[in-house]
C-alpha cells in the first residue's frame, strides 16, 4: 500500500533536476547534463570567502568567522536552481544541496569538531511570505547528514534590512549592523558552530551572525553555504 501511494505521489509530483528543474528518476538529485556543467570550487580555496585563490578578491580581510567553505559558484545552472529553490516554489532542492554541503564539509572541514548547525536567521514576515526558511531547511537536512546537533533559532534576525545583493559594498557592512541577536546567549559560550546559508556574496551577513556568537564567547564559526558568488569581471 505505501508503494502504491509512493508511485501515485511521484507519478502526481515527479523528481526534478535541482539546478534546471527537468524530470529525473526518483533516487537523483540532478539531471544528467547539469552534473557535467556545474559550476564546482575545485581547487584549493582562501578559507575568508570560499572562492579558488585566483577568484579571491577578499584579500582576507579580518572577520569575526574563521573561513567560508561551498561546493559552488553562484553561477549558470547552480543560480537558476537556488533561484528555482527561494522563489519558484522548489523547496524540494534543499535535498540536492545538502548532499552536496555535506560532501564539502566533509573534505574542507575534516578534524574540526563542530557542536551545533545553526542558520542565518530570517524575519518571521519573510517566512511566512515565502512559507518557509530556506537557510533552517538546509542547516537542519546538512547537521544529520553530517551527524552534529541542529540548533534552531540560536539566531534571531531583529530588524528587517535590505537584500545584501542588491547594495553597493559599502552600504552592506551598515545594513546590518545589529541586525542580528543570539535567542540563548547562555548556550553560546566556548561552542564551535558551523553556521549555514544560502549564497554568500561579501560574507558580510555570516560576519554579522558570526559577531554575536564570538560577543557572547563562541570558540569559533565556520560557515557553510550551497554557492559563494564570483569576483566581478572589470567592464
Ligand atoms: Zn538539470
Ligand atoms: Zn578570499
Known amino acids: 500500500m505505501k508503494r502504491l501511494v509512493e508511485s501515485f505521489l511521484l507519478a502526481l509530483f515527479p523528481r526534478r533536476c535541482a539546478y534546471c528543474g527537468r524530470v529525473i528518476p526518483s533516487d537523483e538529485f540532478s539531471c544528467r ?58 523547496k524540494q532542492n534543499y535535498e540536492a544541496y545538502c548532499d552536496e554541503m555535506a560532501k564539502t564539509v566533509r573534505k574542507r572541514y575534516d578534524g574540526i569538531k563542530f557542536d551545533y548547525v ?31 546537533e541542529y540548533y534552531p533559532h540560536a539566531l534571531k534576525k531583529l530588524f528587517k534590512t535590505e537584500t545584501q545583493h ?24 566556548g561552542k564551535t558552530f558551523l553556521l549555514c546559508d544560502d549564497i554568500a556574496t561579501s560574507g558580510e551577513t555570516l560576519d554579522e551572525c558570526a559577531k554575536m556568537l564570538w560577543l557572547y564567547g563562541a570558540k569559533a564559526t565556520h560557515c557553510v553555504t550551497v554557492a559563494v558568488t564570483k569576483k566581478k569581471k572589470k567592464q
Open 33 to 90: 547534463e547539469c552534473r557535467k556543467t556545474l559550476p564546482r570550487v575545485e581547487k584549493s580555496i582562501c578559507m575568508k570567502c570560499g572562492r579558488e585563490k585566483e577568484e579571491c578578491s577578499c584579500r582576507k580581510s579580518e572577520k569575526y568567522y574563521e573561513s567560508i567553505v561551498a561546493p559552488f559558484y553562484f553561477e549558470g545552472n547552480v543560480r537558476n536552481g537556488l533561484h528555482i529553490f527561494k522563489f519558484r516554489n522548489g
Open 118 to 148: 545553526i542558520s542565518v536567521p530570517m524575519m518571521d514576515e519573510s517566512r511566512k511570505k515565502r512559507g518557509f526558511d530556506q537557510c533552517a531547511l538546509l542547516a537542519k537536512k546538512l547537521a544529520e547528514l553530517i551527524g552534529v
Open 166 to 189: 542588491d547594495l553597493i559594498y559599502i552600504l552592506r557592512k551598515g545594513n546590518l549592523a545589529g541586525a542580528f541577536d543570539a535567542s540563548e546567549p547562555e548556550k553560546i559560550s
